[in-house]
């Protein structure tokens, strides 16, 4: 153990097998992924997937992705597509989560996909879930890990700022690279973005050679992400602001106030990739600090900038 925290694992052989142990035996782990972190149990487990949901206070009406180590293991679960095959060629695995029919062969717990016909699939690229997937002879279930509504975790700490003793294993894999969730995209009709991420719709689209529709406006919710209240830092988050109120903290992007005591830049040199992966960090940085209200002025809504103002707009709904 190199952390004063009994329930954070450092990653190694030992700790591979043990994880393994866990999830066999229909335990749950925080797990590490390069989107965020994740809250992972055996699919195939009812009893896993309830303490996922009740950990979570999720409810459960609001489906998990079940990740996969690649196509050849998920292939029994779902029903492919022409448009999945490309998306799958060109970007997994990686930061992309498939909406798919669900095969009626599948022996995904149904609660796993909210009792739906379809089911959400990705195929994580982090080098530690990759090795605990190849090695476990099941897909994990697996949300990201926080409390329903809450930010999500992008480090082991932030996982036990979470649920503290309530789980009792947390593998160490140091900071999500990425920062956000990861793109989720409907393939069962005409492709359609339901929770944009770092892969946006432009890059989707050169690969499909087809314009997507995007959820904007209103959309009948039918992905439970796409619910006003979410990602709440649980303090106040005001968004496109222009005056600095004297006592917030304020979020922006660049390196004009830099060294001033209470503004937090998300890239000084205005690079949107960094600037998502900072986002929660960020917003956990300010909430331990103690600060009552959060400002955050406008962000390019461009590219990643689509996906980090989808963050902020329902961070803002608290
Ligand atoms: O980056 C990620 O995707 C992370 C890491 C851990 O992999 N996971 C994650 O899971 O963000 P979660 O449960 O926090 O978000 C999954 C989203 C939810 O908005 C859920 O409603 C949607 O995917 N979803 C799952 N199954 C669905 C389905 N069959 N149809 C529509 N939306 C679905
Ligand atoms: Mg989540």
Same mark, same amino acid.
């Given at each position: 153990?190199?952390?004063?925290y009994s329930?954070i /694992?450092t990653?190694n052989k030992?700790i591979?097998s043990?994880t393994i142990?866990i999830?066999? =035996? ?5 797990l ?7 809250? %992972? ?6 009893s896993s ?6 950990l979570?206070g999720r409810?459960k ?7 996969y ?11 492919t597509?022409k448009n999945f095959?490309k998306?799958y060629?060109?970007?997994c695995p990686g930061p ?6 669900r095969?009626?062969n599948?022996k995904?717990?149904s609660?796993a996909?909210?009792?739906l016909?379809?089911?959400a699939?990705r $195929?994580p ?8 997937? @190849?090695k476990?002879?099941f897909p ?8 329903s ?11 036990f700022?979470e $649920?503290?003793k309530k789980l009792? /294993? ?6 999500s690279k990425i920062?956000?969730?990861?793109t989720?995209?409907d393939?069962?009709?005409n492709?359609?973005?339901?929770r944009?991420?770092i892969?946006?719709?432009k890059k989707?689209?050169k690969?499909?050679k087809i314009?997507i529709q995007?959820?904007?406006g209103?959309i009948k919710?039918?992905?439970?992400g796409m ?6 830092? %649980?303090i106040p988050v005001?968004?496109n602001? @222009?005056?600095y109120?004297? @006592?917030?903290?304020f979020i ?5 106030y830099k060294?001033?005591?209470? $503004?937090f830049?998300?890239s000084k040199?205005?690079?949107? =990739?960094? #600037? #998502?992966?900072?986002?929660?960090k960020v /917003?956990r940085?300010?909430?331990r600090?103690?600060y009552?209200k959060i400002?955050?002025?406008?962000i390019?809504y ?9 963050r902020?707009?329902?961070a803002?709904n608290?």
């Amino acid at each position: 153990m190199e952390n004063s925290y009994s329930n954070i /694992f450092t990653f190694n052989k030992k700790i591979l097998s043990k994880t393994i142990n866990i999830l066999k =035996n229909s335990g749950v782990a925080g797990l590490p992924t390069e989107t965020v972190y994740g809250l %992972g149990g055996n699919a195939y487990s009812k009893s896993s997937i309830k303490k996922i949901y009740k950990l979570k206070g999720r409810p459960k009406m609001n489906p998990l992705i079940i990740h996969y180590y690649d196509l050849k293991s998920a292939k029994k679960d779902i029903i492919t597509n022409k448009n999945f095959d490309k998306l799958y060629k060109k970007f997994c695995p990686g930061p992309i989560t498939f909406i798919l029919k669900r095969n009626r062969n599948s022996k995904i717990h149904s609660i796993a996909c909210a009792k739906l016909k379809t089911i959400a699939i990705r $195929f994580p690229k982090n080098k530690i879930i990759r090795s605990i997937l @190849k090695k476990a002879n099941f897909p994990l279930a697996m949300p990201s890990a926080n409390k329903s509504t809450n930010v999500s975790p992008v480090s082991s700490i932030d996982v036990f700022e979470e $649920f503290n003793k309530k789980l009792k /294993f947390i593998v160490d894999g140091g900071k999500s690279k990425i920062g956000i969730e990861s793109t989720v995209i409907d393939l069962t009709a005409n492709p359609k973005i339901l929770r944009p991420g770092i892969i946006d719709k432009k890059k989707i689209e050169k690969v499909l050679k087809i314009k997507i529709q995007t959820n904007k406006g209103k959309i009948k919710i039918i992905s439970p992400g796409m619910m006003k209240k979410h990602y709440s830092p %649980g303090i106040p988050v005001l968004i496109n602001q @222009k005056k600095y109120d004297g @006592k917030s903290a304020f979020i922006y992007i660049g390196n004009k106030y830099k060294n001033k005591k209470n $503004f937090f830049s998300l890239s000084k040199n205005f690079n949107l =990739n960094a #600037a #998502a992966s900072n986002l929660y960090k960020v /917003f956990r940085i300010i909430k331990r600090k103690g600060y009552k209200k959060i400002q955050i002025s406008k962000i390019p809504y461009s590219g990643v900038g689509i996906a980090i103002n989808d963050r902020i707009e329902k961070a803002s709904n608290f």
